[in-house]
Nanobody, 125 residues
Framework: VQLQASGGGKVQPGGSLRLSCAAS????????MGWFRQASGKQREFVSS????????LYSDSVKGRFTISKDTAKNTVYLQMNSLKPEDTAVYYC???????????????????WGQGTLVTVSS
């Protein structure tokens, strides 16, 4: 599975951005796709994930209610709509994927074996 992330940029606090992660694979059945982020000097942290089959989602507490993950099966693309952005959301955002990942492991970055390149999100006035 190859992943291509895009959509990062600079936005003012309170603004919005939408990240995209396009997946290339013969099939995405049983795939779980996740978004992680890494701020400068900090460890990579879970943001959100979605199961390709069924569409169930997870969010970190820090983004719940502000971010929405979704998928477009026709385009093999996952989106992360980020609203009400805060300076602490500033980070490099990565999309990741893994087949057959159980729900209890979806927040663990070490469980994902496919990664896209990062896209930088900067929230600053």
């Amino acid at each position: 599975v190859q992943l291509q992330a895009s959509g990062g940029g600079k936005v003012q606090p309170g603004g919005s951005l939408r990240l995209s992660c396009a997946a290339s694979a013969s099939t995405l059945n049983s795939i779980v796709m996740g978004w992680f982020r890494q701020a400068s000097g900090k460890q990579r942290e879970f943001v959100s994930s979605i199961k390709w089959n069924g569409g169930s989602t997870l969010y970190s507490d820090s983004v719940k209610g502000r971010f929405t993950i979704s998928k477009d099966t026709a385009k093999n693309t996952v989106y992360l709509q980020m609203n009400s952005l805060k300076p602490e959301d500033t980070a490099v955002y990565y999309c990741a994927a893994r087949r057959g990942l159980i729900t209890s492991a979806m927040r663990d970055s070490t469980q994902y074996n496919y990664w896209g390149q990062g896209t930088l999100v900067t929230v600053s006035s």
